[in-house]
């Protein structure tokens, strides 16, 4: 009997420490990934990835510490057919070769306007650390009976880390990173 | 300026130095070790090309692409261990399935992600491009000709690929082109042309093969463009008889005919990739 009892308030100890977390996945119709690159010191060229999906996690505290995403890198879309075209060849994505560009977070800390989410992003089979600056839009239920909410993510990288070297530093190696992200509780 | 060195300036400055070297050092005498020499002058003028491009030899090689130096190396001396070891039939049984199973290790990263339909397509297009490369290692001697529409095919590549897909690749192409090119202007300055052995043609042949491969492959370069370049050693007939029509003796004249030619199939080529948009 003394043991039923103990174990019973273990179960309430171990639960109440618990912290609830919902789960997201990341809809890609609200959603862009969008990278910045800048041209030849003249003005920002700004494209992004159509393809790509993922799903995150939210806290009860606000907190996200599990994210993950993965961007098809043949859909990169600058608005020029044949610069895009280049940019899936070796010279830049390698599109063929690394089909996968991918996020997996690692960490997060809480901010007063968001967080920062820690993680590694692997770009052209290479694995490096990365800093999303995330800002939270807004959340609730939508009109069809769902829950969603939103966050914009930002991190700059120096894609020659990654080894896409070619042309750098004629054309700059620093690029920017945008997620406007919308994701749909499960 | 950096892009013009890199792919043109320290190849064909290579491959002047090592080309003229070996040609004033060895003399008649030692005639086959002569043009083994002139070979690796040559393959050492794009390999200078090919590790500028790539911002010297610590630059990670994670790409497929920057691992063909390698790779096609391999298959050289392959060709030239055939060449010295075994018989004339067997090398030529022997070479094409050795080649083949070198150029699948260099792009197997490729090979491995693909569907079984396009797996078919990649083996039968690999089979096109390397076939009509290839071919001229049993028919077409390593000749004055053969000097020449070389020059041409691999400059007319090095356009191609930059335009339609890669620029990294038609760099490579580039570098190739200059290292051939330094080749082809110290034979212009000869009387007696000196032709490179078959084994190094071989070599060459792979390199181009090669290039042509990956620039299909992995940047979607136009197929039938790549063909066509692939097409120029095959015209060495047609040369061989427009030469002997015109009754010309001198090297530069017989190769501003062979050039000649041999653009026809490149221009066509690059009327097939020529940019309908604007250039970024």
């Known amino acids: ?186 | 300026m950096g892009l013009i060195n890199t792919t043109v300036i320290y190849p064909l400055l290579t491959a002047l130095v090592l080309i003229g070297s070996a040609r004033a050092l060895w003399k008649d005498q030692w005639a086959t070790t002569r043009l083994y020499l002139v070979g690796i002058g040559l393959s050492f003028g794009f390999l200078v090309g090919y590790f500028s491009i790539h911002q010297g030899f610590s630059a990670s090689h994670i790409n497929s692409v920057d691992r063909l130096f390698f790779a096609v190396s391999i298959a050289g001396l392959t060709a030239f261990l055939f060449h010295i070891w075994i018989t004339r039939l067997r090398r030529y049984l022997l070479m094409p399935p050795a080649t083949f199973i070198i150029l699948y290790v260099l792009i197997s990263p490729l090979l491995f992600r693909l569907q079984l339909a396009e797996a078919v397509g990649f083996i039968l297009g690999t089979l096109l491009i390397w076939t009509a490369s290839g071919m001229v290692w049993t028919k077409i001697s390593h000749s004055h000709i053969s000097n020449t529409s070389y020059v041409v095919a691999a400059l007319g590549s090095a356009i191609i690929i930059s335009l339609d897909g890669s620029l990294l690749i038609g760099q490579m192409a580039g570098a190739l082109t200059a290292a051939a090119g330094g080749w082809w202007l110290l034979n212009q300055t000869q009387k007696r042309h000196e032709p490179l052995g078959k084994a190094n043609m071989v070599f060459l042949q792979l390199l181009l093969g090669a290039i042509l491969t990956l620039a299909y492959f992995y940047a979607e370069v136009n197929l039938i463009a790549l063909l066509l370049i692939a097409f120029v050693p095959f015209l060495y007939p047609v040369c061989q008889r427009a030469i002997a029509i015109s009754g010309t003796t001198a090297p530069l004249l017989q190769s501003i005919v062979t050039g000649m030619i041999s653009s026809i199939p490149v221009l066509m080529a690059l009327w097939l990739v020529w940019p309908e948009q604007s250039l970024y």
Do not use: C
């Open chain 1, 1 to 186: 009997m003394k043991l039923k009892q103990t174990l019973v308030a273990l179960t309430f100890f171990l639960a109440s420490s618990m912290v609830y977390a919902d789960n997201y996945k990341i809809d890609p119709t609200h959603s862009t990934v969008q990278f910045i690159a800048n041209h030849l010191g003249f003005s920002h060229l700004v494209g992004r990835f159509n393809t790509f999906e993922g799903s995150f996690s939210v806290e009860e505290d606000g907190s996200s510490n599990q994210a993950v995403m993965v961007i098809d890198a043949a859909s990169v879309d600058t608005n020029h057919t044949k610069r895009d075209d280049h940019l899936r060849s070796p010279d830049f994505f390698n599109a063929k070769e690394f089909p996968k560009i991918e996020f997996a977070s690692t960490a997060f800390k809480k901010t007063e306007n968001g967080g920062v989410l820690a993680g590694k992003l692997s770009l052209l089979g290479v694995t490096k650390p990365v800093e999303f600056e995330l800002t939270k839009v807004g959340e609730g239920k939508d009109p069809w009976g769902g829950y969603r909410i939103g966050y914009n993510a930002t991190t700059t990288i120096d894609r020659t880390d990654f080894g896409m070297n070619y042309m750098a530093p004629a054309i700059p190696v620093e690029i920017i990173l945008n997620l406007f992200i919308e994701g749909i509780k499960e």
